[in-house]
């Protein structure tokens, strides 16, 4: 498996603009994770899914973010309009429960945002 | 409200030292622990998993500890080499149910001088 994988990389964009980060991950993966990382906060759990149905999304910011997974194989992270605090790099994960203990999770490279 | 505080200051040892990194949680009550390394530009990658039931973890040059009195957890990695120079995550989840959350902490970089 080529592991969890996101994209852009890279994203810069004018304050206003809607802005989807996309993430596909491993497959056989039952939880989905969207984090966001500042040097200031850290790493932040923005929301999780599992078995493709939102969990708990109480880290969402404000309701200019949605996120969805329409499948198993698919999840969206939409900022609509972005603003330039939304700065950040946003990292997606996934992971699964093997023997019903949760196991470790598995991160993509991370999409760099940039909102001037 | 639930807080996982670790060493904020950068960490510098010379090489061949041990490196003794410390995570702290306030109001949790995580069910395991795990450590990730994350390089600059990259996503955290697991190293290490400990539960409430170990005291102890080893895994080649690393040892994790994990104490549920103090609500504390040390990561130490012995013979420390500039490669092992990184932020190391300390992160808890909660087991069972429909709650699974992973939660990090705020990292701490650090760096192996040759």
């Known amino acids: 498996d080529a592991g969890v994988i996101q994209s852009p990389r890279h994203e810069v964009t004018e304050m206003g603009q809607e802005v989807t980060l996309r993430c596909k991950p491993i497959?056989?993966?039952?939880?989905l994770f969207w984090y966001r990382q500042t040097m200031m906060r850290g790493l932040e759990l923005l929301i999780y899914f599992n078995n493709n149905v939102p969990i708990d999304d109480s880290g969402m910011p404000e309701d200019r973010f949605s996120a969805k997974m329409p499948n198993a194989s698919f999840s969206t992270l939409k900022i609509q309009p972005s603003e330039p605090r939304d700065s950040a790099v946003y990292f997606c994960?996934?992971?699964?429960?093997?023997?019903?203990?949760?196991?470790?999770?598995?991160f993509g490279q991370g999409t760099r945002l940039t909102v001037v | 409200s639930q807080k996982i505080e670790q060493n904020s200051e950068a960490l510098n040892i010379q090489e061949g030292k041990t490196a003794t990194l410390t995570c702290n949680y306030t109001n949790y009550s995580p069910a395991y622990l795990q450590w990730y390394r994350q390089d600059p530009g990259r996503g955290p990658v697991f190293l290490l998993l400990i539960r409430e039931n170990e005291k102890e973890k080893r895994k080649e040059r690393l040892k994790v500890t994990f104490d549920t009195t103090l609500k504390q957890s040390l990561f130490h990695i012995t013979a420390s080499q500039p490669a092992d120079s990184a932020t190391y995550l300390c992160a808890l989840r909660k087991y069972g149910g429909a709650t699974n959350k992973l939660i990090f902490g705020t990292g701490t970089l650090l760096a192996v001088q040759p």
């Open positions: 497959s056989g993966h039952d939880y």
């Open positions: 994960a996934s992971s699964s429960r093997q023997g019903g203990l949760n196991t470790e999770a598995f």
